[in-house]
């Protein structure tokens, strides 16, 4: 059993900050990449940021410049810190984990609510 526990969301103002975290635990034996996606209601999830064990990463250009992920292995943990937010990054992000066991398997996390208004 795999586990994704997400933290971090909110309400912020525009221009403000917040950081995500996800843990994941259970049974694996490696992390090949996470990342972040968020959904707008009514839309289709959209990938915001990955990186992969190596440290490489990958931005959505609308958050290019502002967020940063970042993978601690020791701990299973990403991170998404998220800066000069904007009312458009209201979203509910989700988590997301290709881990390696027998085989490569991808999890979710169940959600976080980051809103961003005045």
């Known amino acids: 059993q795999v586990q994704l526990v997400e933290s971090g969301g909110g309400l912020v103002q525009p221009g403000g900050s917040l950081r995500l975290s996800c843990a994941a635990s259970?049974?694996?034996?490696?992390?090949?990449?996470m990342g972040w996606y968020r959904r707008v209601l009514g839309k289709q999830r959209e990938l915001v940021a990955t990186?992969?064990?190596?440290?490489?990463?990958n931005y959505v250009d609308s958050v290019m410049g502002r967020f940063t992920i970042s993978l601690d292995n020791a701990k299973n943990t990403v991170y998404l810190q998220m800066n000069s937010l904007k009312p458009e990054d209201t979203a509910v992000y989700y988590c997301?984990?290709?881990?390696?066991?027998?085989?490569?398997?991808?999890?979710w996390g169940q959600g976080t609510q980051v809103t961003v208004s005045s």
């Open positions: 990186v992969n064990s190596g440290g490489s990463t």
């Open positions: 259970g049974s694996f034996f490696s992390i090949n990449a």
């Open positions: 997301h984990a290709a881990l390696r066991g027998y085989v490569v398997l991808n999890y």
